[in-house]
């Protein structure tokens, strides 16, 4: 399983990467693996400002259909409309090609909230 130590990661299974004043989010590794083959990525809330733990979409795999979390407050300035076409790259490459949205942030204190790497793996027990 892949965790890369850069990122910042969230008790639901999303990762972050912090570029400035924008966080460019996914799920991890982890997340695809217990999903299964995702077959529908759907973000509705495009140019809408969010809190933090709001549901801002869902990942439709073919057994279940799970919430995604925003894990920081802010505005979702991009989707990644790629996974329109081929929503399996949230499955071959959850850290690449399967990113699903960049926020503005709003808060940057709420950084520290995030995990790091370590207490990510320690959650889902690697």
Avoid: C
């Avoid at 693996?33 to 759907?42: A, H, K, Q, T």
């Avoid at 990644?80 to 090609?97: F, M, R």
């Amino acid at each position: 399983m892949n965790i890369p130590s850069d990122l910042k990661y969230t008790k639901d299974h999303e990762w972050v990467r912090i570029e400035g004043d924008t966080a460019i989010v996914g799920i991890t590794d982890f997340a695809q693996g217990e999903l299964g083959d995702i077959v529908y990525v759907e973000v509705e809330t495009l140019d809408e400002s969010l809190d933090k733990d709001e549901v801002f979409g869902t990942v439709e795999a073919v057994k279940t259909v799970s919430d995604l979390f925003l894990p920081l407050s802010g505005e979702i300035v991009a989707f990644n409309e790629g996974l329109e076409d081929e929503p399996e790259k949230v499955n071959t490459d959850p850290y690449g090609a399967g990113w699903i949205i960049k926020i503005k942030i709003s808060d940057s204190s709420e950084i520290e909230s995030l995990l790091t790497d370590a207490a990510y793996k320690e959650l889902v027990g690697v």
